[in-house]
């Protein structure tokens, strides 16, 4: 954030013009090498163990390199090591700056000290922004006397660079009644705490979209349906792993499906933390232990036309049913298991249509999403497997759901895949289960 943050303070000094600015900041995120292609290129990781630690990150709140070293498949010095070459994103950017600019390091030096005094930071704020070091600013930029807030924005902030971008910096969260909104998608986690999570945008700039294109990895002109959609399931993954950190803690949430609304009013007493996503503004909101209202009817988001293919009806490859409530998620499915020479024989967005589903298709396997309105995946599976005791399900989970899990493997569920999907997962899954 160091760069974003001091290169917008050059532009208000005018010591670099936009262009400059805009070529630092693409410059300095294409510098910086992820950790597995430096491991593997060094010869102290194969391709498959980057990947398996990549699995790993997806249910686990935690540094690429520290979940290396709790594996075995790296010494600490070794993650020492790596860390050297990637590169200090600091020094990058200093570099770049003296390359592009007339800036010598005198003057930056300068420049540095009058930004540090002008923003507020200490000393040793200053080197967790010069180190990108999201958990050692929060702190700084959210102060909240509720207790989560910090962490939430925490685990949204590492999950920005894992799935969306590396270039964004947060301005200082501020506590709120109301909020105006054109985009808003959230999610609520009861039990031990009620929590509700969402994404928003106040004006039509564009990071919303930004967040349903790179979590999606489909580029989408307009905010539709389906961006509501991919952002809602960017929510869930995060939601997830935050669970999963409370139920270490010994403390029990559940997730509900996520929602989307448009151009309402949101209010109660919650927590707005500004992020500036490839200079687009967007909002995180935060509620914890209040009467929180997003706004009023939801949009429906992951619904489709589903035309059911009988169960009489001949086809070549084993035959599978896609049960959820998203959209992307299910086209994600598709795509992958068609591709493993699997035929898709129907889809259904939420566990009562699942269930239905399955009695008129009768297909080879079934993948049942946990969290899904009307009817969750436990209680279809429930139905189904009343129904067909020899059914083959593979339960869909983000993480954070381990004791809804334990519960769907009790019942009958062969299998789980995680969210976000991994390919070689849900193929060798379905294979092991058919087999």
Do not use: W
Request: glycine residues 6%; hydrophobic residues 40%; negative net charge.
């Amino acid at each position: 954030m160091f760069c974003q943050l001091f290169g917008k303070y050059l532009l208000e000094q005018q010591a670099i013009n936009d262009f400059d600015y805009k070529t630092l900041i693409n410059e300095q995120m294409n510098v910086r090498v992820r950790l597995g292609t430096i491991a593997v290129a060094e010869g102290l990781m194969t391709e498959e163990q980057v990947e398996k630690v990549n699995r790993l990150q997806m249910t686990q709140d935690k540094r690429f390199g520290d979940i290396a070293v709790e594996q075995g498949l790296i010494t600490d010095d070794q993650l020492s090591a790596l860390l050297k070459k990637q590169g200090d994103p600091y020094l990058q950017f200093v570099q770049l700056l003296t390359d592009l600019t007339d800036i010598g390091a005198t003057k930056l030096d300068e420049y540095i000290e009058d930004f540090r005094k002008k923003s507020g930071f200490s000393d040793k704020e200053m080197d967790a922004l010069k180190k990108d070091d999201i958990d050692g600013l929060l702190d700084l930029f959210v102060v909240s006397s509720k207790p989560y807030v910090s962490s939430i924005a925490g685990m949204f902030l590492r999950n920005l660079t894992r799935f969306v971008s590396r270039d964004f910096y947060i301005e200082k969260a501020y506590r709120a009644k109301e909020y105006e909104y054109r985009h808003l998608s959230s999610q609520e986690l009861s039990g031990d705490a009620s929590i509700l999570v969402a994404v928003a945008e106040s004006k039509d700039e564009g990071a919303f979209l930004q967040v349903a294109n790179g979590f999606s990895g489909h580029e989408m002109d307009t905010v539709s349906e389906d961006a509501y959609d991919s952002v809602g399931e960017f929510i869930n993954v995060s939601c997830g792993l935050f669970a999963s950190e409370m139920s270490r803690k010994e403390m029990s949430v559940d997730m509900e499906p996520p929602l989307a609304f448009s151009g309402q009013k949101a209010s109660g007493d919650f927590y707005v933390v500004p992020v500036v996503l490839c200079d687009r503004r967007m909002e995180l909101l935060i509620s914890v232990n209040s009467d929180f209202v997003a706004g009023e009817n939801p949009i429906k988001t992951g619904s489709a036309v589903h035309s059911f293919v009988s169960s009489s009806e001949e086809h070549e490859g084993k035959r599978i049913l896609i049960v959820d409530d998203s959209r992307m998620s299910r086209q994600m499915l598709r795509n992958i298991l068609e591709k493993a020479g699997f035929k898709i024989v129907g889809e259904a967005e939420n566990g009562r249509a699942g269930v239905e589903a399955y009695k008129e298709c009768k297909p080879d396997a079934v993948t049942l999403d946990i969290t899904m309105p009307e009817m969750d995946g436990i209680e279809a599976l429930e139905h189904i497997i009343k129904d067909d005791p020899g059914a083959n399900a593979v339960m869909i989970t983000a993480a954070g759901q381990q004791d809804k899990l334990i519960k769907a493997l009790r019942i009958g569920a062969k299998r789980f895949i995680s969210k976000p999907f991994n390919e070689e997962e849900i193929i060798k899954n379905i294979h092991e289960v058919l087999e």
